[in-house]
């Protein structure tokens, strides 16, 4: 499962929480939370799925980059490429058993 929180504390200062595949990483703001879950990833990377490397990391950097267009721009369409990329990123992060459809979304970019 897959989740980013936002908490507000009694101070005012946020916390973003998420969890990926049952990894949790929290910061100040979801920049942190998704570097600290970054380095989470990176530490797990012996324990992942066969096919981790190189395509889970190009599938996380094209995540990222269409995270910051959609932030940027605040298109709808670029923030459903950006879940389609996120997605991609999970489902090959995930087991193979939990991969099967994978093949559905697409690896860049809105389909016209």
């Known amino acids: 499962m897959t989740a980013f929180t936002f908490i507000r504390t009694a101070d005012g200062m946020v916390i973003a929480r998420g969890t990926v595949s049952g990894l949790t990483a929290s910061g100040s703001t979801l920049d942190e939370a998704l570097a600290e879950l970054r380095r ?8 992942m799925a066969p096919n981790s490397g190189s395509e889970i990391e190009t599938a996380w950097n ?51």
């Open 40 to 47: 989470l990833l990176s530490n797990g990377r012996s324990c």
């Open 62 to 112: 094209e995540w990222l980059a269409l995270r910051q267009k959609a932030l940027g721009t605040g298109d709808l369409a670029d923030g459903i490429a950006s879940g389609k990329a996120f997605g991609r990123f999970h489902n090959l992060f995930v087991e193979p058993e939990g991969r099967q459809f994978a093949d559905v979304i697409p690896l860049r970019g809105v389909q016209s």
